[in-house]
């Protein structure tokens, strides 16, 4: 149990171009979803949690109108990358947190590559 | 800030060795601990997590934590090379809703 599954693993766009990313909990419903992101060699950063039905609380430093989260249902939250530039190629991992646990479970990451 | 640090190693066991691997944290709020692994180009797995002073024990794995120095701990006994990996440690603070996590140690097992 316990499976978030992340599409696309891997996209390449142009510079300038949006792309979407999208984060579905299959087999338990997701109260809150949280967005990260990894460069190479580094550790999570934590972009924005999300909870179904409200706007999406982004962290210090991350562009709210570049990074679009919405989270429709209790089982799905997507990311927009706006405008995407080759600064914003990076590894963007979802989690999902149901309702009755601390634990979050992560998606396998989607790879994204800015030209 | 509130933080959550590790060494970043490489910590090199041999095989069949127990492997130690620490981290302390600064938010004498957080109340559950999680030790994840993460393969090269992979997303992160839950090894374990504790939220109460003292062992927990799941297979191979021991998570050790002490609220009064803020410091968790995960032993890795019988190393196997497939163990070799970054492990990231992560505090959860129901306050914020928001989990924080270390830079990872990165661990070879050399067979």
């Known amino acids: 149990g316990a499976v978030v599954s992340q599409h696309p693993s891997r996209v390449i766009c142009k510079s300038g171009t949006s792309v979407k990313i999208e984060c579905r909990s299959l087999?338990?419903?997701?109260?809150?979803m949280f967005w990260y992101r990894q460069f190479p060699k580094q550790s999570l950063m934590l972009m924005a949690t999300?909870?179904?039905?409200?706007?999406?609380?982004?962290e210090q430093g991350v562009e709210k109108d570049k990074f679009l989260i919405n989270h429709a249902s209790l089982t799905l939250s997507t990311l927009t990358v706006t405008s995407a530039h080759p600064e914003d190629s990076s590894f963007y991992i979802c989690?999902?947190?149901?309702?009755?646990?601390?634990?979050?479970?992560f998606g396998p990451g989607t790879r994204l590559t800015v030209t | 800030q509130k933080e959550v640090e590790q060494n970043s190693g490489p910590l090199s066991v041999p095989e069949g060795a127990i492997a130690s691997l620490n981290c302390t944290y600064s938010?004498?709020?957080?109340?559950?601990f999680f030790w994840y692994r993460q393969y090269s180009g992979k997303s992160p797995e839950l090894i374990m997590f504790?939220?109460?002073?003292g062992d927990k024990e799941d297979g191979r794995f021991t998570a050790q934590l002490n609220k009064a120095s803020q410091y968790v701990s995960l032993l890795i006994r019988d190393s196997q090379p497939s163990d070799s990996a970054t492990y990231l440690c992560?505090?959860?603070?129901?306050?914020?809703?928001?989990?924080?996590f270390g830079t990872g140690t990165r661990l070879k097992v050399l067979a």
């Open positions: 999300s909870n179904e039905g409200s706007k999406a609380t982004y």
């Open positions: 989690s999902a947190r149901p309702r009755t646990d601390y634990e979050q479970y």
């Open positions: 938010d004498r709020g957080s109340q559950s």
């Open positions: 992560a505090s959860y603070t129901s306050g914020t809703y928001k989990y924080i």
């Open positions: 087999d338990f419903q997701a109260t809150t």
């Open positions: 504790i939220y109460s002073n």
